[in-house]
T-cell receptor, first 115, second 115 residues
Framework: DTGVSQDPRHKITKRGQNVTFRCDPI?????LYWYRQTLGQGPEFLTY????????KSRLLSDRFSAERPKGSFSTLEIQRTEQGDSAMYLC?????????????FGPGTRLLVL | GDSVTQMEGPVTLSEEAFLTINCTYT??????LFWYVQYPGEGLQLLLK???ADDKGSNKGFEATYRKETTSFHLEKGSVQVSDSAVYFC??????????????WGLGTSLAVNP
């Protein structure tokens, strides 16, 4: 078990460009979460998948953001027409359903800088 | 809605000092409670958790007790080391529709331990 991995680790882009991030969860975990973390803040929930179904999206996720998990394994998060306010760390976590004991395990994050 | 409040940092201590980081929460139901740690340049790691009242989570010398009567989950360590320097996050989760156990986070408390 290699843990949750994310790619790329860093991304610098110009305003208006599209970017896509990938998350590979722990292999037996069927739940996957995306969060966003800005400097000096705690993470904020963006969206949640159970298997391939996207079950909840935060109102933070504008229509420029889209997330997929096509086969219930890896997930992608795409941001279209990036804005400087999108600069943040994007975190992915996975978990296995276990009621109150459920624990999310995080990847290293993708740090996005929009110039 | 649910929320988590942590004491503000930064906290600066000398090696072997006693550490307390306060965390209180507001929740509509009966959440599970977590402490995560983020070392410099690394991702979020679970430090400890507790899932019911009076449970004590512990790991690496850190402890926190789930106090329902005071809605608190304070983190403590009897003797800190330089290697404990990191940012500590308190978080809660409780399920909503779709069994989404998204984490609600505090702002984080930065700890610096001097030799």
């Amino acid at each position: 078990d290699t843990g949750v991995s994310q790619d790329p680790r860093h991304k610098i882009t110009k305003r208006g460009q599209n970017v896509t991030f990938r998350c590979d969860p722990i292999s037996e975990h069927n739940r996957l979460y995306w969060y966003r973390q800005t400097l000096g803040q705690g993470p904020e929930f963006l969206t949640y998948f159970q298997n391939e179904a996207q079950l909840e999206k935060s109102r933070l996720l504008s229509d420029r953001f889209s997330a997929e998990r096509p086969k219930g394994s890896f997930s992608t998060l795409e941001i279209q027409r990036t804005e400087q306010g999108d600069s943040a760390m994007y975190l992915c976590a996975s978990s296995h359903p276990s009621g109150r004991q459920e624990t999310q395990y995080f990847g290293p994050g993708t740090r996005l800088l929009v110039l | 809605g649910d929320s988590v409040t942590q004491m503000e940092g930064p906290v600066t201590l000398s090696e072997e000092a006693f550490l307390t980081i306060n965390c209180t929460y507001t929740a509509t139901g009966y959440p599970s409670l977590f402490w995560y740690v983020q070392y410099p340049g690394e991702g979020l790691q679970l430090l400890l958790k507790a899932t019911k009242a009076d449970d004590k989570g512990s790991n690496k010398g850190f402890e926190a007790t789930y106090r329902k009567e005071t809605t608190s989950f304070h983190l403590e360590k009897g003797s800190v080391q330089v290697s404990d320097s990191a940012v500590y996050f308190c978080a809660l989760s409780e399920p909503n529709a779709g069994n989404n156990r998204k984490l609600i986070w505090g702002l984080g408390t930065s700890l610096a331990v001097n030799p």
